[in-house]
């Protein structure tokens, strides 16, 4: 077998592993998936209302549940991946409880998260074009707060600067994968969303609920997917290759 071509700090076969991996252990999905459609009800529910500082606070109180429901659905994703990593196949029901216990911690890293990236973009509303490079920079260096919190035994108020710490320590590694990481979520779960929708809009009657739930689906197999990828590559940086 051909070895995947290597580069310092980084090990392109667990690009090649995870998907193999995710297929034999398709429970991975099952709570960003759960979260997601979660999501899905909450801005159905909440939508929008009122004038402009009311929709403006209610649209941001409801992207902040469905950010931190997102992040809970990651948390849960990389207990399971990790168990996955280790012993090739996974325990739903202990994974499922490891993440109840590790919630707290998960919630907080998560707030966090979301207070920075939400930092980076004001401030690049203010300096034009820079925002998307404040909210890349802010996801390269917290690519791997919600592994520390969930995996790491890290507790969720400092897994920020864990993240930060390892990030610096493994620049290359946290840089594929965070690039791989919002190629999958941001750019290309969308793109696919919206090509089923036009798949499947002469057979909705003009519903979007069908292709909203599509999108969850869609979303959740690729958080999936990113879970494995950051679960991995952190337990590298912050532990050393164990298996």
Request: with cysteine; charged share 10%; hydrophobic share 60%.
């Amino acid at each position: 077998m051909r070895r995947a071509p290597q580069l310092p700090g980084v090990d392109l076969r667990i690009y090649l592993t995870a998907l193999p991996l995710l297929v034999r252990n398709p429970s991975i999905v099952v709570v960003p998936l759960l979260m997601a459609v979660a999501g899905v009800l909450l801005i159905r529910l909440f939508p929008p209302v009122g004038g402009a500082v009311l929709g403006s606070l209610t649209g941001g109180i409801v992207w902040l549940g469905v950010f931190l429901l997102l992040m809970f659905g990651l948390g849960t994703a990389c207990i399971i991946a990790d168990d996955a990593w280790r012993h090739g196949h996974v325990s739903f029901d202990r994974d499922w409880a490891e993440a109840r216990r590790r919630a707290p911690e998960i919630l907080m890293a998560s707030i966090g998260l979301s207070l920075i990236l939400w930092l980076a973009q004001f401030v690049g509303v203010l300096l034009g074009w820079v925002s998307i490079l404040l909210v890349a920079l802010a996801a390269f260096f917290l690519i791997w707060a919600i592994p520390a919190a969930a995996i790491g035994g890290i507790p969720g108020a400092a897994a920020i600067q864990a993240s930060i710490d390892r990030v610096r320590a493994n620049p290359l590694s946290a840089a594929l994968a965070t690039i791989v990481t919002l190629a999958l979520v941001v750019i290309l779960a969308p793109l696919v969303q919206s090509w089923f929708e036009n798949w499947l809009s002469p057979f909705t009657a003009g519903t979007t609920v069908v292709g909203s739930l599509v999108g969850a689906l869609i979303q959740a197999i690729t958080v999936a997917y990113a879970a494995l990828i950051i679960t991995k590559t952190y337990s590298d940086a912050a532990f050393g290759r164990r298996w």
